[in-house]
T-cell receptor, first 113, second 113 residues
């Protein structure tokens, strides 16, 4: 299995500010994924982050709102920019080491006030 | 199109009852992977099982068992002799060829003492 450290685990932020979420993996992985889970809802893919290339965003998500960095094969960040209360969600990173698995970080519970 | 359907939004049982959570999936891939996760109120995703499309054997792990039937595109999950600690939201997910997961909407299980 892969060990994924995601932080912060939770935060309360003021509207209009930005929060950067970090995801550190204990081994090199090609693909990292960022998901959002709005309250009471299922998980939705925000984007796929491959090292050395721009992240690929799903429909409904844009780079200006959710910029992603992937500087190496063990680390990625997701920024939630210019936050509003609608951004209050759990954000999770996930990795796929052998294309048959799916490991998740502990999640970041974000509340925007 | 790929899709995962969990028709049961909420299930409530009394402790020691058996309960089955349904999952129906759609995919055109010949090779695919299915997952079940448990999400307690704390928010993290707890991996329960992964099943590939070539392995139709049912699996049992303690009080948990899974029934995979390709003919009906179903991957159902049964908890035997449920316990209060089983209370959580359970997600069924299908792995896309791109690597990310498509999640069902989840089933909230409440086990009452």
């Amino acid at each position: 299995s892969a060990v994924i450290s995601q932080k912060p685990s939770r935060d309360i932020c003021q509207r209009g500010t930005s929060l950067t979420i970090q995801c550190q993996v204990d081994s090199q992985v090609t693909m990292m994924f960022w998901y959002r889970q709005q309250p009471g809802q299922s998980l939705t893919l925000i984007a796929t982050a491959n090292q050395g290339s721009e992240a690929t965003y799903e429909s409904g998500f844009v780079i200006d709102k959710f910029p992603i960095s992937r500087p190496n094969l063990t680390f990625s960040t997701l920024t939630v920019s210019n936050m509003s209360p609608e951004d209050s969600s759990i954000y999770l990173c996930s990795v796929d080491r052998e294309r048959t698995e799916a490991f998740f970080g502990q999640g970041t519970r974000l509340t925007v006030v | 199109a790929q899709k995962v359907t969990q028709a049961q939004t909420e299930i409530s049982v009394v402790e020691k009852e058996d309960v089955t959570l349904d999952c129906v999936y759609e995919t055109r891939d010949t090779t695919y992977y299915l997952f079940w996760y448990k999400q307690p109120p704390s928010g993290e995703l707890v991996f329960l099982i992964r099943r590939n499309s070539f392995d139709e054997q049912n699996e049992i792990s303690g009080r948990y068992s899974w029934n995979f039937q390709k003919s009906t595109s179903s991957f159902n999950f049964t908890i035997t002799a449920s316990q209060v600690v089983d209370s959580a939201v359970y997600f069924c997910a299908l792995k896309r060829s791109q690597g990310n997961l498509i999640f069902g909407k989840g089933t909230k299980l409440s086990v009452k003492p």
